[in-house]
Structure formats: C-alpha cells, structure tokens
C-alpha cells in the first residue's frame, strides 16, 4: 500500500503536531516539504492541490484529500487510545481542539511566526498579540495546576495539538509557567521528542 503523503513545513507548528502524532503511531507517511515563507504555497502547483494556500495538506493513497491540521489528526488517530473513549472526555479533548485553532495558535503561533521566522521589528507587530499569547498561556497554566494531561490524566489528541505551538513559544519570547512547561516536557517525552525549552 502507498504511503499517505502530507504537504508541509517544519517551521509550522500545524504541520508538526501531524509529523508528531504520524511518527508516535507508526503511520507510515510521505512528507513533501513546502516552504512557506519561500512562497511555495502560493505556487500554481500548490494551489492545485489546495486552493486555500495553506498547509498541512494530507492526500490518501486513493487520492482523498484533507486538510487543517485537527481534522488530519483526528483522521490519523482515529481507533487509537488517542481519541478518548468517554463521551464527555471526547467533548472536552474537541474544546481544546477548537480553543488551540481560536485562541491560542492566532496569539501564540502568529507572535511567533512575526518575531522568530519573519525577525518584525516590535512596530510592525500588533500590539494586542503579546496580550493575548499572555492570556492563553495562563489558561492553559491554570488547568494544569493539578493535572498531568488536559484531558481525562492521559495523552490525547488534544495534548498533541497544543504541544507543537507551546513548545516554539520561547521562540517568539513568550515565557512557559512551571506547569505549562512541565506538561511541554511531558508530552515531547511521550512523543520522543527532543526538548527545544531553555533550561528553567
């Protein structure tokens, strides 16, 4: 059978959280690299394959296509321990899901992507963005007080999306609290990742 092909960037914390959770099922998987900031999205080619210009892109062996990077988790870890079994800890892991695609990549991941990839000088980036990365990850500290995971004490889906944005944080110079930073290192452990946190 031919391998799934995903279209991305390394660089992007969307395509990197389906690297992520790819590699931790052992799903066997193509990757093109597409580089954004070299304009490749915006090539005819690409926008063949995906009109909107965006990665990650996955195309099926039989020529399906789906895109936006939860949709393509969900899709990869369907009938995994990934996708919690109880209804209402499903519920909860798709809030996060829909929280990381609302609130926290819009603040954490475009600060970022300004500061770190594109080197904006401070005046040229919204000011409003700071606050707002400020605000999710003390969110996301608060509900890690006195929990391992975000949903139901177990690596899931959910874990998988918020990691891949919050551990290129300090990139974009946005400092991890001690239980968001916990958790970061938890979950790159659970994935075999190597760790790119500063040290405390």
């Not at 919050?166 to 760790?195: H, I, K």
């Amino acid at each position: 059978m031919t391998d799934i092909t995903i279209y991305g960037d390394t660089y992007s914390g969307h395509c990197e959280k389906v690297q992520f959770i790819a590699a931790y099922l052992k799903k066997p998987c193509r990757w093109i690299h597409t580089d954004i900031v070299g304009g490749k999205t915006r090539t005819p080619e690409f926008l063949a394959i995906n009109p909107a210009g965006e990665l990650p892109v996955m195309l099926l062996p039989d020529g399906r296509k789906l895109v936006q990077s939860n949709a393509i988790l969900l899709f990869l870890a369907d009938g995994t321990p990934l996708i919690l079994a109880d209804p209402f800890d499903r519920g909860l892991m798709h809030q996060w899901l829909f929280w990381e695609q609302l609130t926290h990549n819009p603040a954490i991941g475009m600060l970022r992507f300004l500061r770190f990839l594109l080197k904006k000088p401070e005046d040229q980036i919204d000011p409003t963005l700071a606050p707002k990365a400020e605000r999710a990850l003390a969110t996301m500290d608060a509900h890690l007080q006195n929990r391992t995971y975000f949903v139901a004490e177990r690596l899931s889906v959910a874990d998988i999306a918020l990691v891949a944005y919050t551990r290129l944080a300090e990139q974009g110079g946005m400092p991890l609290a001690p239980a968001v930073r916990r958790w970061v290192q938890r979950v790159e452990v659970d994935l075999g990742l190597e760790s790119l946190l500063s040290p405390p």
